[in-house]
């Protein structure tokens, strides 16, 4: 694919085909989609700094995050949750961070990490503008 249509006709039809496994819940294939999705947004001559871009990853990011929670591979779900959210602070989407920062902290608390959950709920429901 050498051109920008391409890559982002190929991305929109690997996104619905996997968010189409993920709910139909063949998650372990889902999974496998929107990681090649990820691989086509990482190796793709594509702004990186462009805002639509970003939300694509943060999507695909999300989908991943939901599939591995589904199948309790919590492991990989709090690895991609933190990823997560470092790209959701860069896009200053509070309201998803906070819903992101709650499902991830219930992940740690799975897994016997309550302190780790607890900073989470915390910085969660602060006010964005405290510290």
């Known amino acids: ?22 709910n139909t819940r063949r998650v372990l294939k889902a999974i496998e989609v929107h990681k090649e999705c990820l691989l086509l947004l990482n190796n793709r001559a594509l702004d990186k700094e462009k805002q639509f871009v970003k939300e694509v990853r943060i999507s ?12 309790n591979n919590l492991t990989s779900a709090i690895e991609c949750g ?10 200053g989407m509070k309201h998803k961070e906070a819903a992101v920062s709650i499902k991830l902290a219930e992940f740690y608390n799975r897994q016997s990490k309550y302190k780790e959950a607890t900073e989470l709920c915390k910085k969660s429901t602060q006010h964005p503008h405290r510290k």
């Open 1 to 22: 694919m050498g051109n920008m249509e391409e890559v982002l006709q190929a991305l929109i039809i690997g996104m619905n085909v996997a968010t189409f496994l993920l």
């Open 60 to 71: 695909v990011y999300y989908q991943i995050f939901k599939g591995c929670g589904l199948i």
């Open 82 to 91: 933190r990823k997560l959210l470092v790209l959701l602070r860069e896009c």
